[in-house]
């Protein structure tokens, strides 16, 4: 990994950083090999309750796309797709 994870350091406490940052490497594992579909939605539940607003989730997303070529957009989206207990493998 040789890019950073979009974070606001000024507003987000320590747990929410950790937090953040877990959701983007759970992105980066439905890439990189899979991840199960529950565990993926938990981290990004975590995430919408740091991140409320559509927009910043947008800019932040868009900002750690950018950086690793990883969309948490579609991510979610396939994840939300699939059957309990099911894995998500992404394609680059």
């Known amino acids: 990994m040789s890019y950073q994870y979009p974070i606001d350091e000024e507003y987000w406490s320590k747990e929410e950083i950790v937090d953040v940052v877990n959701f ?6 439905a890439y990189e090999s899979s991840i199960n579909k529950e565990e993926l939605l938990l981290a990004y539940k975590r995430f919408k309750h740091i991140v409320p607003s559509k927009s910043e989730e947008k800019k932040l997303c868009g900002q750690f796309e950018k950086e690793s070529g990883y969309s948490c957009y579609r991510t979610i989206k396939k994840a939300r797709e699939l059957l309990e207990g099911q894995r998500v493998q992404m394609n680059k």
């Open 24 to 29: 983007y490497s759970k992105v980066e594992q």
